[in-house]
């Protein structure tokens, strides 16, 4: 097979179909900051929101983003060929090009998509939005709904961090007693803690994948976001104000949603957090092939993390590696249809790696050293210096796939390697010769 035949079976008709036009434009932060940007359709997060079970159609033009963009389903687990990896399932989409995708909802709940042309700086710039897909059956349970997007722009005034384009303080009016689901998604190339004060919450969610029997924690608790990951949050809206944050409880900087049942909220103020959410021990645990004790895997890889001083592209950086290496030297791993893989993170660098795996989700089974009480399943999972991580997942989407540190620059300086799955064939060429260049 050939990854440009691996695209599912998409016989059948559109059922819902969009066009996003990557070009430049000029964003303006609620603070009066200006973006040199680049986005989809001139918009600073857009969003597509699908039904389970829709066979959906994205075409993406480029009108003058130069380098050429594409589309990543991020968390979404689309067929190879629908990845959006210019150089391994397509070539990058020039000026006046376009490419279609075509893929069936088949996963629900939050996630997010971006170009992963020079993904550093295209992202950072505005190149990415919303997917959110929601359950086939019934209309959402919550009565209100709103999706908080933190990103780092580059602006005239330096780099600010906003929730959308809010870098200030918005005010949201929700009735006290009304049941609220607020979606995360951290688009920046750190990991960020959050606040949500004023009332007990649970989580239900984490990227994408549902928590059952999510209990309320206890207030004041924070949690930690890496780059690329999405919580979703629920409560029942207090008598008083709800403040949501990202960063240190006395931080004088950063947006701020308050959610307020009256239209008069005092200013906010934030509580240090009482504790941190730990997903290893919440709610029911996940159980699949992989989370039984005596599981037997097919295949096992490790990566460690560590840095150094060395030439990339040319030139001297500081580096991030895996096993000692940087694309294009860094071990590749092959599996075969089928197969039951278990992969260790280990961390012995100074900075955190939130690693994403693209086409499959990990379900997450040991850290360091001890089987998590709660198995969870995520798709981009924060590696602190010093952590261990075991993970296993089965290999049940043939292609060409990128496992990468999702802290973007980390990615252009070579964190990255490749699943391959054993007698899929190369398609495209990555490179500068073919103007495909996917990190
Ligand atoms: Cu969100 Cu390889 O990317
Ligand atoms: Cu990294």
């Known amino acids: 097979m050939e990854v440009a035949e691996l695209t599912g079976d998409i016989s059948a008709p559109a059922d819902v179909r969009f066009e996003l036009t990557a070009q430049r434009t000029e964003l303006t932060l609620a603070s009066g900051a200006k973006v040199e940007a680049w986005t989809y359709n001139g918009e600073a997060v857009p969003e597509l929101r699908v039904k389970e079970g829709q066979m959906v159609e994205v075409v993406l033009a480029n009108r003058d983003v130069e380098a050429g963009v594409s589309i990543h389903w991020h968390g979404y687990d689309v067929p190879n060929a629908m990845d959006g990896i210019p150089g391994m399932t397509q070539n990058a989409v020039k000026p006046g090009e376009s490419f279609r995708y075509k893929f069936r909802a088949k996963q629900t709940g939050t996630y997010w998509f971006h170009s992963h042309q020079q993904s550093s700086e295209q992202v950072e710039k505005g190149l990415f939005g919303r997917l959110i897909v929601e359950p086939a059956e019934e209309p959402s349970p919550y009565d209100v709904e709103e999706t908080i997007v933190l990103h780092r722009w580059k602006t005239d005034r330096g780099y600010r961090t906003a929730f959308g384009l809010e870098d200030g303080t918005r005010t949201l009016p929700i009735p006290s007693g009304r049941t609220v689901r607020l979606r995360i998604i951290n688009t920046d190339n750190l990991s960020a803690a959050y606040l949500l004060q004023g009332t007990p919450y649970a989580v239900t969610a984490i990227d994408g994948t549902p928590i059952r029997q999510a209990a309320l924690l206890p207030e004041n608790t924070s949690l930690r976001i890496g780059s690329g990951g999405r919580y979703d949050l629920t409560f029942r809206m207090p008598d008083g104000p709800v403040y949501l944050k990202a960063g240190a409880a006395d931080a004088p900087e950063g947006p701020v949603l308050v959610l307020s049942p009256d239209n008069d909220a005092p200013a906010p103020v934030f509580q240090p957090a009482s504790g941190s959410f730990e997903p290893g021990h919440y709610g ?6 992989v989370t039984a004790e005596a599981a037997k895997f097919d295949r096992e890889f490790r990566m460690i993390f560590g840095n150094r001083m060395g030439f990339y592209n040319g030139v001297f950086h500081f580096l991030w590696t895996i096993n000692g290496r940087v694309l294009p030297n860094t071990p590749t791993f092959v599996v075969k249809e089928g197969e039951k893989v ?52 089965v290999a049940d989407n043939p292609g060409m796939w990128m496992d990468h540190c999702h802290n973007l620059y980390h990615a252009a300086t070579g964190m990255i390697l490749h699943l391959m799955y054993d007698g899929v064939r190369p398609s495209y060429e990555a490179g500068t010769r073919s103007g495909n260049l996917p990190d």
């Open 284 to 289: 029911e645990a996940v159980e699949n092939e």
């Open 342 to 393: 278990k992969m260790t993170f280990v961390n012995r660098s100074l900075a955190e790696h939130p690693m994403h795996l693209h086409g499959h989700h990990m379900t997450v089974l040991k850290h360091n050293g001890k089987r998590v009480v709660t198995p969870w399943i995520t798709d981009t999972l924060n590696v602190a210096p010093g952590d261990t991580y075991e993970v296993g997942f």
